[in-house]
């Protein structure tokens, strides 16, 4: 059954549709906000995305333009939550240059090692990590990509392409020949 039939059935109230839908994109939303985010924050801004996704269904006018739709709501959300975060230790880090205090980075986390891969997306600059990510990892159009991220098209190519080169500047830094 397509996403459309299944979006078109939700909104008629139909609770397996719903539940197809979801079981169907809860893979690929967690896994680009586990990208953007960390494993805790992604868990809770994927819940948020699903309330979000179940109480706007009802409104949404093209049920063949869910993905794009979704990733929207996604990239809203992992948006809102960094916006917070970035303004909770600029306030954090103000405080504690008012105290005297020194802000040392926590010694666990630059000790734990991660996979490969998710050394090299964080590595990224946000704009490029998020449209790599859309586009090879979400196998989303170029259009989408530019409709989820709200740029035009060109952007988004211009985007792949640095984070292209950016990875593989990153690759050969570590010793990696194309």
């Known amino acids: 059954m397509t996403d459309e039939l299944l979006v078109v059935r939700a909104q008629l109230g139909e609770r397996a549709a719903l539940a197809e839908l979801v079981a169907r ?4 939303v ?8 960390d494993a805790e924050r992604a868990d809770d ?3 948020e995305i699903w309330l979000a996704v179940i109480r706007g269904l009802p409104r949404l ?11 929207t709501i996604a990239r809203r959300s992992v948006t809102d939550r960094l ?32 996979a ?34 709200e740029i035009p098209a060109g952007t988004v190519k211009s985007r792949l392409n640095r984070a292209r080169r950016l990875l593989r500047a990153h690759l050969e830094e570590k010793g990696y020949r194309p």
Do not use: K
């Not at 967690?30 to 985010?37: A, G, I, N, P």
């Not at 006018?61 to 990733?71: D, K, V």
């Not at 802000?103 to 630059?110: E, F, K, L, N, S």
């Open 83 to 114: 916006r917070g975060q970035y303004a909770r230790e600029h306030e954090h880090a103000h405080e504690a240059l008012a105290a005297g205090d020194v802000i040392v980075d926590d010694p666990v986390d630059a000790a734990v090692d991660r």
């Open 61 to 71: 006018r093209e049920p063949a333009r869910f993905a794009p739709w979704l990733f």
């Open 45 to 47: 801004v994927t819940q």
């Open 25 to 28: 994109w809860r893979m690929p």
């Open 116 to 149: 490969e891969l998710v050394s090299l997306l964080s590595g990224l600059p946000m704009p490029e990590r998020e449209i790599l990510v859309l586009f090879y990892l979400q196998d989303l159009s170029v259009e989408d990509c530019a409709q989820i991220c």
């Open 30 to 37: 967690w896994t680009y906000v586990r990208r953007m985010l």
